[in-house]
């Protein structure tokens, strides 16, 4: 009896589904047909968005993120193989980007601060406060920004490992085998932060 075998199944067929939508809307917005780049728009929009903010940390910084990365997609749509899904093309560009933005800003950090308004904190910047997860920060950063990123995606977004390796242009294995690492670098962090704290 096979009992995983359904759902690989399943799985493969919703592929294979928004893979086959996808083409169809790209070929569409090639004959210039723009209400079909709104579609793609509406389907990826979330993901894209829970993506960017995983990268950058700051709500508005995400949103213009998710606006530029759908602005480079439309504008290299030419060179994307319609033959391999959408999904992970648009994700690696709001990844790249991301990764982008992230280092300019790094950069921008070491200048003091000079701007006297700032906006009302949202309950995450609050939460970001707490002791635990200033823990939570530091043993994250203890990680490569690779296996940042998919601990994140695998275990806070629950996306499969397949979904990530497909964004990421690793194999499911290769994932799974960061994801591995990840947990026991951090483990090993958060014990550290706890001794004597009984």
Known sequence: MTGPAPSDESATDDRTAARDRDAALVARVRSGDERAFNELVQVYMR???QLAYRVV???????DLVQESFLAAYQYLDSFDATRPFGP????IVLNRGANLR??????????ETDAVSP???????SERTEAREML???L????????MIVTLFDVDGMTSTEIGDMLELSAGTVRWHLHEARRTLRGALQGFFKGDV
Do not use: C, V
């Not at 940390?57 to 949103?63: K, N, V, Y």
């Not at 093309?89 to 690696?92: E, N, V």
């Open 47 to 49: 993901q894209a968005f």
């Open 57 to 63: 940390g700051h709500r508005e910084d995400a949103e």
């Open 89 to 92: 093309w648009l994700m690696r």
């Open 103 to 112: 280092r300019s800003r790094a950069r921008r950090e070491t200048e003091p």
């Open 120 to 126: 009302a904190p949202s309950a995450l910047d609050e």
């Open 137 to 139: 920060t530091r043993a």
């Open 141 to 148: 950063a203890k990680l490569s920004e690779r296996q940042r």
